[in-house]
């Protein structure tokens, strides 16, 4: 009898052992990049990434250059809208169910001007759905950007300044109003 519950304990240690050394998925796949990606290598130019996946070729290379492009212009002028709404609901008068729904929209506009941009990296790959994913770097000078951002100031220099002058013949025609009368 103690020997049978001897060997119940072991096989229930025995079993135990393989359940407690179980970690998290063994099997876990790293995603796919290039050496070359996120590497900023020449002093003279910004370089920005893009990456997409698309059923064509020519659509995954469009698509990858336009999204390097979009980092490119959010270095130098960057809009973000943002809104989330929280609705809630309680639908039942026995057995109430309540109803939840939380959406987030962020919408990110950017604008800029750049000279000189060209694809210095890139590299397309098929994936085992047959799509194409294409990973691409552009290399934009840093004179290109610095341009670009001085433009943006004066222009709003410009704005500020003509916003001021305007302020000021307001404030003069009030005072010739208020002399007249």
Not at 7 to 34: E, T
Not at 97 to 115: D, G, I, P, R, Y
Request: charged share 25%; glycine share 2%; net charge negative.
């Amino acid at each position: 009898m103690r020997a049978l519950k001897v060997v119940l304990l072991i096989l229930v240690v025995l079993m135990l052992i393989p359940a407690c050394g179980r970690s998290g998925p063994k099997d876990v796949k790293k995603a796919y990049y290039p050496d070359w990606w996120q590497v900023q290598d020449s002093p003279d130019y910004v370089q920005t990434f893009g990456m997409a996946t698309k059923v064509s070729q020519n659509s995954s290379y469009d698509a990858a250059h336009a999204n390097a492009m979009l980092q490119a212009a959010q270095f130098v002028e960057n809009y973000v809208k943002g809104m989330v709404k929280n609705y809630e609901e309680e639908a039942g008068v026995n057995d109430p169910q309540v109803l939840a729904l939380t959406s987030k929209v962020v919408k990110e506009v950017a604008n800029a001007k750049f000279e000189n941009a060209l694809v210095s990296k890139q590299e397309t790959i098929i994936l085992e759905d047959n799509h194409y994913q294409t990973f691409l770097r552009v290399s934009i000078p840093k004179d290109a950007i610095n341009k670009n951002t001085l433009n943006k100031i004066r222009n709003e220099e410009a704005l500020y300044n003509q916003f001021k002058a305007s302020q000021a013949f307001n404030e003069l025609d009030k005072e010739i109003e208020d002399y007249d009368k």
